[in-house]
DNA sequence: TGTACATCAGTGAACGCGCGTTCACTGATGTAC
DNA sequence: TGTACATCAGTGAACGCGCGTTCACTGATGTAC
């Protein structure tokens, strides 16, 4: 799922080229843990690794292209916990595995602080991610969909309705049209076929939901809730169980 | 309330320096809102002014110095946005009162995103940010806390209760008591006097709303919203429409 | 199995760049008598 | 009002650093006959 595998890497010369390319990204990746996405130079990766800075060229054309790499790892290994979270959380009641996919983000993301913020924090400036990216990036939103469709499927939604005291906002106009495109995009992917359709104001509560998520992320790692709620386990937990209420899993 | 001023500088030395204070300070948010954070530099901003680098150590005692003054005028410009937002609408009824204030902020957002990416994007690594952020970092949730108060005294406010279609979740242990925590900070804060308290139950909620609405505006400034509802505005005023009522302004 | 040639990984030097910060200096502005 | 001294803004050169990327090269690994 994660590597495409040569069957048994055929020269040695190939096997070496792969496992190097895979160490450099590795070293790298390191280097970005410790000091964040601008503290991530070439020269330094080589050293580390007793080369010459040079030598990297022959396995990523650029920095940025080595940028890439661990941009797209992360996207992946964040949305390989969601995905786990939801996997081996399959069967039980809907509300305990969205709560789940929502723990493995945490998790992931308070392990993982600069990984995290490489793909959730500011643009890394002069950086353009190319197509490749948006892949991995859909893996999360994608796991929530999935325990949503799941639930519906098993009758356990309750429709969204009555999300605030006054009942639903109702969803229309361009907004509408937007969820109605996502639907569809969703209804065309390759792990739908036969399962329900997510009625858009189901995805925009979804959506809403994820921006939350995340928001909360952001201002936890990133010093924002310090004066507040700064060890933001239960504030999160508590804001966790809110968002699975909201999006119709009570 | 912005800039405490000299009743009239005296000598012509003195008012040149504040000026050009106010001057590197101006040339150096050009470059921000241009190139973001790392692209701003010394030697440009000295270049731009017409003056040599070393010269801007008169103003400044180092680069961090500057970027600690351009946050604390982010923070500030935001917060006075939020301000304002809510003094305008006095007396309004509350929820319209909360609209305009995550309008408000939102603009500002849209209008400064470098600015906005520098207090709520990833952290710059080598930078601790002093004390002196905390007191304009804290405008924009005081001013959301001003609108629920108001909206208390004014029984306009419908007691937190009934988010989820299940009812609200409990505000029970390790996040109670930081909520008390907070609101007794909040009691004691300048702007309290003879207001009503708010119940550590609004208080999380008001936190929740106001990690949602920076979960939103980071996702469409950083990018994360290409895919599904790119222009956000219709996304933004309906999840702004249903965080009010999420707090109790229906 | 052995030789001749092609491929490719890694080297080392260099290019050209920009940065933050320090320091001894000069000349103008301000102050005290 | 005028002079003597102190303060301070701005200069220019320098220190020391690190970076991404290019390029001609060498030597080892792989391939074809």
Redesign the interface.
């Known amino acids: 799922m994660a590597d495409t595998w040569q069957p048994a890497s055929r020269t040695a010369r190939e096997r070496a080229r792969v496992e190097l390319t895979r160490e450099i990204k590795e070293e790298a990746r390191r280097q970005l843990a410790a000091?964040?996405?601008?503290?991530l130079s070439l020269r330094a990766v080589a050293r580390q690794l007793g080369m010459v800075s040079s030598a990297l060229y022959r396995y990523y054309p650029s920095r940025d292209d080595l940028l890439t790499a661990l941009i797209i790892d992360a996207y992946n290994a964040m949305g390989e916990a969601a995905e786990h979270a939801a996997a081996v959380t399959q069967g039980a009641p809907a509300r305990e595995r969205w709560l789940a996919v929502c723990h493995a983000i945490r998790a992931w993301a308070v392990a993982h602080r600069h990984e995290y913020?490489l793909i959730?924090?500011?643009?890394i400036?002069g950086y353009r991610?190319p197509q490749d990216t948006?892949g991995p990036?859909?893996r999360v939103p994608l796991a929530f969909v999935g325990v949503l469709r799941a639930a519906l499927a098993a009758g356990e939604l309750?429709p969204a309705?009555?999300?605030?005291?006054?009942g639903s906002?109702t969803?229309e106009?361009?907004?509408a049209d937007?969820?109605a495109a996502?639907s569809d995009?969703l209804a065309a992917g390759p792990a739908a076929a036969s399962v329900p359709p997510v009625a858009p104001e189901l995805l925009?509560r979804a959506?809403?939901a994820w921006?939350?998520?995340?928001?909360?992320l952001?201002?936890e790692l990133?010093?924002?809730l310090?004066?507040?709620?700064?060890?933001a386990?239960?504030?999160f937990?508590?804001?966790a169980?809110?968002l699975?209420?909201?999006v119709?899993l009570?």
Chains 1, 2 share one sequence.
Do not use: C, N, W
């Open positions: 000091t964040g996405a601008d503290g913020a959730y924090g500011s643009p400036p991610a948006i990036a859909s309750k309705e009555g999300g605030g005291p006054a906002r969803v106009g361009l907004l937007q969820a996502l995009a925009v959506v809403i921006t939350q998520l995340f928001g909360m952001s201002f990133f010093g924002q310090v004066g507040s709620f700064d060890p386990d239960a504030f937990d508590h804001a169980a809110q699975a209420a909201f119709g009570p």
